[in-house]
């Protein structure tokens, strides 16, 4: 039954945002009870709120379950959801360390006494037993949702919320996969929120939140481009700031190249060449845009304390035509700092006075954190984390009070005079295109423009990579400049048609990998359906999704149209997808069929769990209901689970003649009977087991308490010693039953408050002595 949706409302006296409020008004309208949704908006929109407000309209008296990558953004959560929704938040329960919450409360001004932090499986479920429960926790704590859930019958949510919830998509994110699975976390309906449901690596998704049976449909998206338009985020200009060795060697005294000597001592300090080149540039950048708020991204704690001890030296190499006019101040923080020092940082780089505040730091700034306004950030060094690139591109767009502001992106590039004049292609630029692939992440303008210009040079004379194909579509790219004195004229040019073309052999190589193994693939099954998993074949399932995706988007070239379609591929990448899961779903069964004992996938069981939404829904289409059919689908396995026990039960009733059932019994055929009669006893006892079930199992004489069954068991032969003898003294074994074991049980029992009074009763009736052997007197 569908549960009610509270109308909108302001909650605690604030009001959303109208594009909040479209969004929450659309997904709340189209995930019903058992769907889940997603809602894509550009970083920094306000998504935290689109979710607190969802979560009144949806499970006003539920538990709401939200996860989150970090511990920070859990306090700045707390503190945001707090702030807007007040006493309608009801219980609030974080799930993590304790001393990392300790720290990073103090830090977003969140009380520890305005909530309960556990990661206590048995804690957290009882925590979660009545009303309105808001339990936040991290993706690293997942495994202590699951076991409430698993081991202590938790209630399930009225909605889960995923937040950057790309971290769960793709290879990158099968660790926290299980928030989709609603087995291990139940809930009515499910809130995926991102900013980037797609990532590239080179032209090939790394990250995609494309699948529909995992993530739901978009119910509402807010692109940069709108976002942009509306205010609400400041538009960008990457800067590629460019030095070359001989200029370093140059600027820093130095007879030789930089090739030669990795290491350059300036002042009496010594810091690696790149370094030194990242300084330069970025001193550089802030002279030429007027920065004052930066923001630096470092790999190691080291190299952002070096940098940030060191940038002065490095600013006094620069003659005064290149120099900032105002001071320059570099500030370092990690993830190891403390409190304190996290506040001064941020106290300076929120109000930087006449200086230029540059903030270097390492593993601090994580995903979805808030920061002040910043004029700038770079890339003192590549990074490996697609994710970690995205996210502090995303941190430069916040405006801060300033609707005219332009984002200045910074990425250093340090090469030599060769390289500058003929290899765009060498590992000095690979920084270079990775933060761009980060911005077409972000930037659906960027993406559309990237295919216009590819589209046409496809229709021109075919060679993509000259210039006279591609000099308009490149000077269309105006965001993108290269700097610095030794860049030759035209060079940034260069650069925009390598954006227009990435990698384009990494392309060809993998065409020429996975056509071969598409082509056996038909040849073995008669059509493309590839599973979306690793096969033997590697990801051809993913590769050809990647195939439509392209298709769709008219950038697949004719050749490689007609030789996909010479296989017989579905373009269309829903009715493909489908097709995909109908596949491994036949290749699961016909495993089962054979005696596997192997677990079906998340991803698969996710996929069941939306076909039976879609038949309850009437939203299933009736030849893919008939293709269920035929593959002998279970379009209801709580009954059929139901069935299967029952019929368990039976057999062990008629075998045994009682249905005491140990707990780990396990029958002949492979079928967990203890499990699944104390699961049934754990439903009885919650009121969640139906009259007529109740009924049938009372034909087979289920004990539903188990512990008052043994107590009414030992207490008959404890009546039956009485009755021979007189007396409980003596008493052994009775029955089978241990009496005198039992007797002492029942003392300690009486001594620590544990008994009912109807037991104590019954056992005074048979004048039980209740201290059999009293110490020795006390004396005065």
């Known amino acids: 039954m569908t549960a009610d949706v509270v109308p909108p409302a302001s909650v605690g006296g604030r009001v959303l945002w109208p594009h909040q409020q479209r969004a929450v008004d659309r997904w709340c309208g189209q995930v019903r009870d058992g769907q889940r949704g997603t809602v894509v908006a550009a970083c920094g929109t306000g998504k935290t709120l689109v979710a607190a407000d969802a979560s009144v309209r949806v499970a006003a008296h539920e538990p709401v379950v939200m996860m989150v990558p970090t511990v920070d953004l859990l306090a700045q959560t707390v503190k945001q959801w707090q702030d807007y929704l007040g006493p309608a938040m009801g219980r609030v329960v974080a799930v993590c360390n304790i001393r990392q919450m300790q720290h990073t409360a103090r830090q977003a001004g969140v009380s520890l006494r305005s909530l309960t932090v556990t990661t206590d499986p048995a804690q957290l479920a009882a925590l979660m037993a009545d009303g309105r429960v808001t339990v936040l926790a991290t993706y690293a704590s997942l495994p202590v949702v699951r076991a409430a859930y698993r081991l202590h019958d938790a209630r399930p949510a009225g909605l889960l919320v995923v937040d950057e919830a790309h971290r769960t998509a793709g290879p990158l994110g099968k660790a926290w996969a299980a928030v989709h699975d609603q087995v291990a976390v139940p809930a009515r309906r499910r809130l995926y929120m991102t900013a980037t449901p797609r990532i590239f690596l080179d032209d090939q998704p790394a990250i995609s939140m494309d699948d529909q049976t995992v993530f739901g449909p978009v119910a509402f998206r807010l692109g940069f481009a709108d976002a942009i338009s509306l205010g609400l985020l400041a538009d960008y200009r990457l800067v590629v700031a460019v030095v070359t060795e001989q200029e370093l060697a140059d600027l820093a005294g130095f007879a030789g190249t930089t090739g030669e000597q990795p290491t350059l001592t300036v002042a009496g300090r010594p810091r690696p060449a790149r370094m030194l080149a990242s300084q330069i540039a970025l001193s550089r950048a802030i002279a030429d845009y007027q920065l004052s708020r930066v923001l630096v991204y470092h790999n190691r704690v080291a190299s952002a304390a070096l940098f940030a001890h060191t940038l002065p030296d490095a600013v006094s190499l620069l003659p005064a035509a290149e120099a900032p006019t105002r001071p320059v101040r570099g500030w370092s923080a990690s993830g190891k700092s403390n409190f304190a020092h996290r506040a001064q940082v941020l106290r300076h780089l929120r109000d930087p006075g006449d200086n230029a505040v540059v903030v270097c730091n390492a593993r601090l700034f994580s995903e979805g954190l808030d920061v002040p306004a910043l004029d700038a950030v770079m890339y003192a060094e590549p990074r490996t984390s697609l994710i970690d690139v995205v996210q502090g591109v995303g941190r430069s767009l916040r405006l801060g009070g ?379």
């Open 402 to 780: 300033q609707p005219q502001k332009t984002a200045t992106i910074v990425v250093p590039v340090l090469t030599s005079e060769a390289t500058l004049a003929n290899e765009l292609a060498h590992r000095d630029w690979q920084h270079v295109w990775q933060v761009v692939r980060a911005l077409r992440a972000h930037d659906e303008r960027l993406e559309a423009r990237l295919d216009q210009a590819r589209s046409g040079t496809r229709r021109g004379e075919g060679n993509i990579g000259g210039l006279a194909d591609t000099a308009g579509a490149a000077v269309g790219l105006s965001w993108l400049t290269a700097a610095g004195p030794r860049v030759p004229a035209g060079f940034a040019d260069r650069i925009r048609l390598r954006v227009l073309n990435p990698v384009p052999a990494a392309n060809q190589d993998a065409w020429d990998r996975y056509y071969p193994l598409a082509q056996a693939f038909h040849a073995e099954h008669g059509h493309l359906r590839v599973p979306h998993v690793q096969t033997d074949d590697g990801w051809l399932g993913s590769w050809l999704a990647h195939q439509r995706r392209l298709y769709t988007a008219g950038n697949l070239a004719p050749d490689r149209i007609a030789a996909l379609e010479r296989l017989h591929i579905i373009w269309d990448p829903v009715e493909e997808q489908w097709h995909s899961r109908y596949a491994e779903h036949l290749q699961w069964t016909q495993r089962q069929a054979s005696g596997a004992a192997d677990t079906a996938p998340d991803s698969l069981r996710q996929w069941w769990t939306a076909q039976r939404a879609h038949r309850r829904a009437g939203t299933l289409p009736e030849t893919r209901r008939q293709l269920l059919d035929k593959a002998g689908f279970d379009w209801d396995p709580q009954t059929t689970e139901w069935q299967d026990g029952l019929r368990h039960a039976r057999a062990y009733r008629q075998r045994y003649g009682h249905l005491q059932v140990p707990s780990n019994y396990t029958s002949d055929d492979g079928f967990n009977l203890g499990t699944w009669i104390t699961n049934r006893r754990s439903d009885h006892k919650r009121g969640r087991l139906k009259a007529e079930r109740t009924a049938e199992l009372d034909q087979l004489d289920m004990i539903w308490d188990c512990r008052a069954h043994r107590w009414q068991q030992h207490l008959a032969a404890a009546r039956a010693y009485h009755t021979e003898h007189g007396t409980l003294r003596g008493a052994g074994t009775v029955n089978g039953h241990n009496v005198s074991l039992w007797l002492t049980t029942a003392r300690a029992r009486h001594r620590n408050g544990d008994l009912t009074a109807d037991q104590i009763t019954d056992l005074d009736a048979l004048g039980i002595d209740w201290n059999p052997h009293p110490g020795p007197p006390t004396t005065a």
